[in-house]
């Protein structure tokens, strides 16, 4: 291949005319000023590339084509989720539902019965509250909560918490790390794998605001261990005056024991006296990304009055999405809540589907049992009998490859050398785009 030298480098100019008439050809007709931008920096690297001793990575028209494309081209896209990861981190958590939003303006903070201002809370609270049992705020999510919750109650004193509840919970965020931020002082108890009711009340003293217990979300210890139950820290809460605040992470309203996921009830920690709960409201949920707080009403209260709830605060865009889901969850219409529809969908439907499309897509495919799991921190030892459908082909990275670059991406993934889709977390109406990709073409 011939080396790229300074004098092959088209002008700017010339460069300016063969985009804008490739752009027009795809549908885009951006303003002058960006083709020339993009125009300029593409010669530019080319030609630092070249003064360096190296070749450039692509041509200046290739590098600025894909250049203007990734600005005019939504980033943010919708994907079909083949993975079986219910609550995949990566690909926003917990799917939502379409949902009618108000266009223009909306009385987010309006009461229409008094004409007078009102509160954004409400819109969430009072089904927070018939969900919960107890007044609720919301800001933007579950590690913002635990912040504002002991920067309110415990900024200046000491937080009591079990060493094995100092998590990790994800791209490098650390409880202690977020904790110490808040302005409280972190006092560690027991030891990684046992801690007991009598650590924690040896470490009581007199600047201890709060006793906080950490849901293990996203890892489990087992063997030999210990961990007092809630109750007996509500105990010791009561009779020190010190509030118990709980932090369950993933969080759950909705009974899925029968569906094989064992976690415990946020309404139960509330039954059991912790005085402040918190949770994220895009994982168990099966909302929009959130941090809700609940608990004692004067607690909750002290807690929405500090400064940073404000900064923390959700958006109208989020009440509305919100709304709706706990709305479902309100009148137990929990296959109307994507993720609960999922994770309670039975292996037996989901075989069905599969070999379904397994018909309709030809010998390419095959239908083998497997396992799905929850994700997104939750129930990590948990995996959930699944059907899949396998592709069978002797290059699966290129047929991966292939699946995430359609314009409706399908985001499949590679297990013992094979591409495998798995239909549990795939919506019934995405199911021709899947017959479509995967059907062996046809030539006349």
Request: charged residues 25%; contains cysteine; glycine residues 8%.
């Amino acid at each position: 291949m011939k080396s790229v030298t300074l004098r092959d480098l088209p002008s700017v100019d010339t460069l300016i005319g063969s985009l804008a008439d490739s752009l027009l050809d795809s549908g885009y007709n951006p303003p002058a000023w960006l083709i020339r931008d993009a125009a300029r920096k593409a010669v530019d690297s080319a030609r630092q590339s070249i003064l360096q001793g190296s070749q450039p990575p692509a041509t200046p028209f290739l590098m600025a084509r894909s250049e203007l494309r990734c600005l005019l081209r939504p980033s943010l896209r919708s994907v079909i989720n083949a993975t079986g990861v219910v609550l995949h981190t990566n690909l926003g958590r917990a799917p939502l539902r379409s949902i009618d939003t108000p266009a223009g303006y909306s009385n987010l903070e309006y009461d229409l019965a008094t004409g007078r201002r009102g509160k954004r809370d409400v819109h969430a609270g009072k089904l927070l509250e018939a969900i919960l049992g107890a007044p609720s705020i919301v800001v933007n999510n579950n590690a913002a909560a635990l912040y504002l919750i002991l920067n309110e109650l415990a900024s200046g004193g000491e937080t009591v918490v079990s060493r094995g509840e100092l998590i990790e919970i994800g791209d490098g965020f650390r409880i202690p790390d977020i904790m110490s931020r808040s302005g409280t002082k972190l006092r560690e108890v027991g030891t990684t794998n046992r801690t007991t009711i009598a650590d924690y009340r040896d470490a009581i003293g007199p600047e201890t605001k709060v006793l906080l217990r950490v849901h293990p979300s996203n890892f489990r210890i087992t063997g030999f261990t210990a961990r007092p139950e809630l109750s007996e820290l509500v105990a010791l809460g009561r009779e020190f005056g010190i509030p118990v605040y709980e932090d369950l992470g993933s969080g759950c309203v909705v009974d899925l024991k029968s569906f094989g996921v064992p976690e415990p009830l946020a309404q139960n920690s509330l039954k059991a006296g912790a005085n402040l709960i918190s949770f994220s409201g895009d994982k168990l949920l099966g909302g929009p990304q959130a941090g809700i707080i609940a608990g004692d009403a004067g607690l909750v209260a002290r807690v929405r009055k500090n400064p940073m709830f404000r900064a923390l605060r959700q958006d109208k865009l989020f009440f509305q999405v919100m709304a709706s889901t706990l709305r479902h969850i309100v009148l137990e219409d929990f296959d109307e809540v994507p993720a609960l529809r999922m994770i309670r969908m039975s292996a037996d439907e989901i075989r069905s589907r599969a070999e379904a499309l397994a018909q309709k897509i030809g010998p390419t495919v095959t239908v083998e049992p497997g396992e799905s799991v929850i994700g997104g921190g939750s129930t990590p030892d948990l995996a959930l009998p699944t059907w899949l459908l396998v592709v069978q082909d002797e290059a699966p990275n290129q047929v991966e490859k292939h699946l995430r670059g359609l314009d409706e991406p399908i985001i499949a993934r590679i297990a013992n050398d094979r591409v495998v889709l798995d239909l549990r977390t795939v919506f019934e109406a995405q199911e021709p785009a899947i017959i479509a990709a995967l059907k062996p073409k046809t030539t006349s």
